[in-house]
């Protein structure tokens, strides 16, 4: 690995990783649906002038527009349901347990691809992955959340399954278009549904939010979310999609860390051992012997929101590591 590539790889797992530690921070004082509404509005405002500054991203823009169910699917499955029931959860849950519950979506993608028959058979390993991911959910479930959070682990369910969905979405319907005018089609998308949403709602703050709420809307927007994928694209440019993948085992790790050193979050035995067994489980289902694929082959590479879309060897399989 260049040199260039690890400081990709260590900021895009940054990037990646404070994102629960910042939603934390900002769910103090702001509903969910405005949180969603700022981090994916002042994004766009970042992306889309990069989208319209490019002549190649421009001429993507009518594809868009004709394949625009694949777009909303996308942003729903991806952004819409998913930003807002993780910021719900975080009102009940820690961030490190949030984080560590996301981390296994490439087990639940493995699941979504067998029961639709999309997947090959997973082997030994495979389904000692599965295994092992459950394990390590049910033990984090069980022995280290309070039964009064339970609904909010519900709410961490629909964000795993959406974050699981997306991709599939992504490789199926927009697998050929390139991956910054998806990404900010999608959050522009997303803009659209919450603005309303909100003003209706009246989820507007009622007084100027505080400065640490402030700074963390503007580490969401500007470092994870518009930052994060243009540290994406270089990374797999460096690496490949499949190499690429494995910031997967890094995100967790910086939310624990950063969730125990700046939230005085307890990491209990228990949480370590979930931590342990779902990202055992989802190496041993998202691990391979194929080559990485060169950066000449994936010029046209989509990238989900929270999500990299699978490789074109390995799409059907749901591996792909997320972002909160």
């Not at 103090?28 to 991203?57: D, I």
């Not at 939010?209 to 243009?230: K, N, Y």
């Not at 990238?303 to 972002?323: F, K, M, Q, T, W």
């Amino acid at each position: 690995m260049s040199r260039r590539a690890v400081i990709l790889f260590l900021a895009l797992g940054f990037a990646w990783g404070v994102p629960y530690l910042f939603i934390k921070v900002a769910m103090a004082e702001l509903t969910p649906a405005f949180l969603v509404l700022a981090r994916t509005g002042l994004a766009s405002l970042l992306l889309v002038p990069l989208v319209l500054l490019s002549a190649r991203h421009r001429a993507v823009l009518p594809e868009l527009v004709r394949r625009w169910p694949a777009v909303l699917g996308y942003a729903v499955f991806e952004i819409v349901f998913p930003w807002f029931f993780l910021n719900r959860a975080e009102q009940t849950l820690s961030s490190s347990t949030a984080a560590i519950l996301i981390s296994a979506v490439p087990v639940v993608g493995v699941l979504i691809a067998l029961l639709t028959r999309q997947a090959e058979r997973l082997g030994l390993r495979g389904a000692a992955g599965l295994a092992l991911g459950t394990v390590g959910v049910a033990a984090l479930v069980g022995l280290d959340v309070n039964v009064s959070d339970l609904g909010a682990v519900a709410e961490m369910g629909i964000v795993v399954v959406g974050y699981a969905i997306g991709p599939v979405i992504l490789a199926r319907c927009l697998g050929d278009l390139p991956g910054l005018p998806v990404v900010t089609a999608g959050l522009v998308v997303t803009t659209l549904i919450y603005l309303p949403l909100v003003l209706l709602s009246g989820g507007f703050p009622s007084s100027r939010p505080s400065g640490d709420v402030l700074v963390a809307v503007a580490v969401l927007t500007v470092v994870c979310t518009a930052s994060s994928f243009l540290l994406l694209f270089a990374l797999i440019g460096e690496l490949g999609p499949v190499r690429a993948t494995t910031i997967v085992y890094l995100n967790p790790v910086v939310a624990v860390v950063a969730g125990a050193a700046f939230l005085n979050e307890k990491v209990t035995a228990w949480t370590l051992l979930g931590f342990v067994l779902v990202l055992a489980g989802s190496y041993l289902v998202n691990g391979s012997g194929r080559e990485p694929v060169s950066s000449e082959q994936i010029s046209a590479e989509p990238v989900s929101a929270e999500a990299i879309a699978e490789p074109l060897a390995d799409r059907s399989n749901g591996r792909s590591p997320v972002a909160g």
